[in-house]
């Protein structure tokens, strides 16, 4: 069992910057996959960026070059920078952790004003 707890949403004008945190507790931090996904009123749900267990990011097309994923083990924390946000980027964003189930947290809402 993983719990994730996200923080660091907010208002934001286009343009700005948030740093988004995920502290999870559960089993060893850095042994499993995790990743960040949003989810904008009546859209789906979409991939935004992950880190798997080695370390190695990957991001959805839309926010390559703006986002950045990283982690600290010590802190058992995922963490997603983004910078140069844009209206679009307005959404509900959830941490997920990949082990044999999926598991996520209540979110934290990003909004960017025009």
């Known amino acids: 069992q993983v719990h994730l707890v996200e923080s660091g949403g907010g208002v934001v004008q286009a343009g700005g910057s948030l740093r988004l945190s995920c502290l999870a507790s559960?089993?060893?931090?850095?042994?499993?996959?995790m990743n960040w996904f949003r989810q904008a009123p009546g859209k789906e749900r979409e991939f935004v960026a992950s880190?798997?267990?080695?370390?190695?990011?990957s991001y959805a097309d839309s926010v390559k070059g703006r986002f950045t994923v990283s982690r600290d083990l010590a802190k058992n924390t995922l963490y997603l920078q983004m910078d140069n946000l844009k209206p679009e980027d307005t959404a509900m964003y959830l941490c997920?952790?990949?082990?044999?189930?999926?598991?996520w947290g209540q979110g934290t809402q990003v909004t960017v004003s025009s």
């Open positions: 880190l798997n267990w080695r370390g190695d990011p």
């Open positions: 559960g089993p060893t931090f850095g042994t499993y996959d």
């Open positions: 997920n952790a990949h082990l044999a189930y999926d598991f």
